[in-house]
């Protein structure tokens, strides 16, 4: 039977992590799929194979029908906020640390909204996408992450008249323009880039991998499917990151 982890590739890619002077490591819903998170695109337990993405996950839905996308979110980050980070997610924030404590740099990119990594102790994070437990008010733009947990009423008004929206960035809409400078900046000087659980179809953030293998960075890519930029990988792992990453920490750690 073949091994689900090649050893000798394993090695040689946690060497180049433990070597790397600027690390950056993407991250999709892959990497909380084993804390019971759904991803979005797996076609049996991805959310959107269960639900419609156009009638729940865009800004024309919440102005038709803002009761129904503000319960869909709320139910959402009452699920995450009873889920616990993983072994992938707290791999990472020990990787973060080894590398950080020799003086290198390490940058976390996710494009996740569940903040696993921030409960998992990772610290240089920037979130592209959001986050499901900041709710934005529709007149000022202020953002709460204190609200109820289930918000009393559905949609629910701010103080200043308008409502509040869940802090995500839905398509169409532009990414926080500070996170997107500092993802742009990490991936156009790392050495070592990793590209975790994320189908890669997704962009500005997909497009992070190909500025890092532009200026000649070495791709680590762990995902148990194929993705568009598998090509771009030096080290391509099709496994679970919750197993790998463990993996890849004890031999960094080690080095
Ligand atoms: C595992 C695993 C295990 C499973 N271990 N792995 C350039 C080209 C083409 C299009 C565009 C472009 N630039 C912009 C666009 C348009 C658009 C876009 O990208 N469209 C493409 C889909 C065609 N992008 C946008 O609209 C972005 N905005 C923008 O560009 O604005 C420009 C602008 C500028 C100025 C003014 C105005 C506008 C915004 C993108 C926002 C994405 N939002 C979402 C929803 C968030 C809200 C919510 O949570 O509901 O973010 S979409 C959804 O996809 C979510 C995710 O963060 C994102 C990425 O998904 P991810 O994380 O990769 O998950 P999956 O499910 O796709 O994949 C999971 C993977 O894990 C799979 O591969 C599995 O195999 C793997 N896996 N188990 C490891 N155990």
């Not at 102005?63 to 709320?74: G, H, I, N």
Request: aromatic residues 8%; proline residues 7%.
């Amino acid at each position: 039977m073949t091994p689900r982890i090649d050893e000798a590739a394993s090695r040689e890619a946690a060497e180049a992590l433990a070597g790397a002077r600027s690390v950056v490591a993407l991250t999709g819903a892959g990497v909380s799929a084993e804390s019971g998170v759904p991803t979005f695109r797996d076609a049996m337990t991805g959310l959107w194979a269960r639900f419609d993405a156009q009638r729940l996950a865009t800004r024309e839905a919440f102005e038709r029908d803002p009761a129904l996308v503000s319960r869909w979110y709320d139910e959402r980050r009452m699920r995450c906020a009873g889920c616990v980070p993983n072994a992938g997610h707290s791999a990472l924030s020990s990787i973060e640390r080894a590398i950080t404590a020799r003086g290198r740099s390490f940058t976390l990119l996710t494009q996740n909204v569940d903040r696993l990594h921030r409960r998992a102790g990772s610290e240089r994070i920037v979130e592209l996408h959001g986050s499901l437990f900041a709710w934005r008010c529709t007149a000022t733009g202020k953002e709460r992450d204190d609200l109820p947990m289930p918000l009393p009423c559905y949609p629910m008004p701010s103080e200043a008249g308008g409502l509040y929206r869940p802090g995500v960035v839905w398509f169409g809409e532009a990414l926080p323009a500070e996170a997107v400078r500092r993802a742009s900046l990490a991936a156009a000087s790392c050495d070592l880039f990793l590209t975790i659980g994320t189908s890669s179809v997704v962009y500005p953030a997909a497009g992070f991998v190909e500025t890092a293998a532009s200026v000649g960075a070495r791709i680590i890519e762990i995902n148990p499917h194929p993705t568009p930029l598998s090509h771009l990988a030096t080290w391509r792992f099709a496994a679970p990151s919750g197993e790998l990453l463990p993996q890849l920490c004890a031999r960094v750690c080690l080095e």
